[in-house]
């Protein structure tokens, strides 16, 4: 009996997973036979996009996403936001595909701010741009037109988590607090900020885990691998991300976003609570 417990009970964790996931990433295959049916954007610099892009692409830096990146990851105010997208002739509804290149982190970035507001058919291009140049895939430099369009700013603020949101999540038995960033910050032996170690109560789940690094190309692990990163994460509980700046931590909500969890990513994140002595921090190095 006990042998046909641990089959059926993966086969039961496997339906489950199935139910509550929604594939969010499209292949590169994919893209490339229906690349009218997207407005692709490319999280690049502008001198890099302009040396070669996939056809169609508009240039959207993810420095665009950032406040004042130097400070922390604060994202960009909804005024700024509002001019920068309808300059790019974007709304909320249009089926956006959103690529970098090919690290990950950045196309996570910019997924993740375009969800805070308020788009809904955003996916993100496994593998990225490294991967579309080495299919030979065809590649411009021409820059298309696009026309203004009249998106007003909408913001989900279930997406978006606050310095103060995630100080109430610290003493919330129905939140979870989720460390991106590398062992060695989480433990306190290095640090962006002025201050080591980490909030409290949050778990380490480095963002790195999320990306299969053995491929040819980087990409991000089938939705049955993350199950099993995630599968002591309550997906009846809120969910809060942070790293350094909001950026790695995206793929994690990435990730978490696949697997159908209810989460936040905190974009201000290490470098703001690090640098406020006036929040509470656990350095696990000075034990």
Known sequence: MKKLLTPLFLLFLLLTVNLNAQTLRIEANTLKQNQKDYKILDTRDKATYEKGHIEGAINFPISLTYAHKKRNGKLTDPFTMQEIVQNRGLNENDAIVVYDNGSFFDAARLFWALEVYGFKNVKLLNAGFKQWKNKHYAITTKVPKTLKSDYITIIDNNRLATKFATQIATRNPNQIIIDARPDKA?????????????????INIPAKHNIDTLKQDSSLKDISELAKIYKDIDKNKKVILYCAIGKISATN???????????????????EWGNDFQLPIINPSKK
């Open 186 to 202: 989480y433990e306190g032996k290095v640090s962006s900020a002025k201050r080591y170690g980490h909030i409290p109560k949050a």
């Open 253 to 271: 909500y990435f990730a978490l976003r696949e697997l159908g969890y209810n989460v936040a990513n905190y974009d201000a994140s290490w470098r």
